[in-house]
């Protein structure tokens, strides 16, 4: 049975979260990892904030930032297992922003 595209990031989300060092940044590294994946022109944080979290964008911005800027681990570490894949059809990034 094919795993959803929703699971599927959800445990891509499970593995890279599981090597940070502070359980305080698991919800920052979400949003950051979601952000990414969303259309958008600037992948800098503050317009992904307002795109993961438009309700909380000032917080989102200041959680991510504070993820981003003062991180002790190094990508290397980030990087478990294979890397995620997926076929993406038009519309399916955007039901996953809203289920993520």
């Given at each position: 049975?094919?795993?959803?595209?929703?699971?599927?990031f959800?445990?891509?989300?499970?593995?890279?979260?599981?090597?940070l060092?502070?359980?305080d940044?698991e919800?920052?590294a979400?949003w950051?990892?979601?952000?990414?994946?969303l259309p958008?022109?600037?992948?800098?944080?503050e317009?992904?904030a307002?795109r993961?979290q438009?309700?909380?964008?000032?917080?989102?911005?200041q959680?991510?930032?504070?993820?981003?800027?003062?991180?002790?681990?190094?990508a290397?570490?980030?990087r478990?297992?294979?890397?995620?894949?997926?076929?993406i059809?038009?519309?399916?990034?955007?039901r996953?922003?809203r289920?993520?």
């Open positions: 049975m094919r795993r959803s595209l929703e699971s599927r959800a445990s891509y989300c499970d593995r890279v979260v599981s090597t060092t502070h359980a940044r919800e920052p979400r950051y990892i979601k952000g990414l994946m958008g022109e600037r992948k800098s944080i317009p992904m307002a993961v438009p309700n909380n964008v000032r917080s989102a911005h959680a991510m930032h504070h993820l981003v800027a003062d991180a002790p681990w190094t290397a570490r980030t478990t297992g294979p890397p995620l894949r997926m076929k059809r038009p519309g399916k990034v955007q996953l922003a289920r993520v």
